[in-house]
């Protein structure tokens, strides 16, 4: 069950960078989406083979996306990077605790 919040996100980030390529031609905003969008999806089909650093390539797509997306969130208090931000937040909880738990085992 670990490996469906990562292919969502997954997707979300892929189809978010395609939106802001076909609306602003922001070639930037697509290669940020589908890389952050590659980087879960790989993390998702990872946990959900049972193979090693799934949970970690997940953890650092958060990471990334979190890096980008928390400070233009704060300077221009738009929805986009707030939305962002709040999907990296969760992810960043939910594999970060995921990674915590597999540490104690």
């Known amino acids: ?6 292919l969502i ?10 939106m802001g390529y076909v609306r602003t ?3 930037p905003s697509l290669v940020a989406g589908m890389g952050v969008g590659a980087l879960y999806t790989y993390g ?5 083979n049972g193979q090693p650093y799934g949970v970690e390539t ?7 996306l979190a890096g980008s997306s928390f400070p233009r969130a704060v300077k221009t208090g738009k929805p986009l990077p707030i939305g962002l931000s709040v999907l990296a ?3 960043l ?6 990674y915590k738990n597999a540490a104690r085992l």
């Open 25 to 27: 031609g922001s070639v």
């Open 58 to 64: 997940a953890l650092l797509a958060s990471l990334v």
């Open 1 to 6: 069950m670990a490996d469906l919040p990562a």
């Open 93 to 98: 909880f939910y594999y970060g605790m995921k």
């Open 9 to 18: 996100l997954g997707l979300l980030c892929a189809f978010g960078g395609t």
């Open 44 to 48: 998702g089909l990872r946990i959900r």
């Open 89 to 91: 937040t969760y992810g």
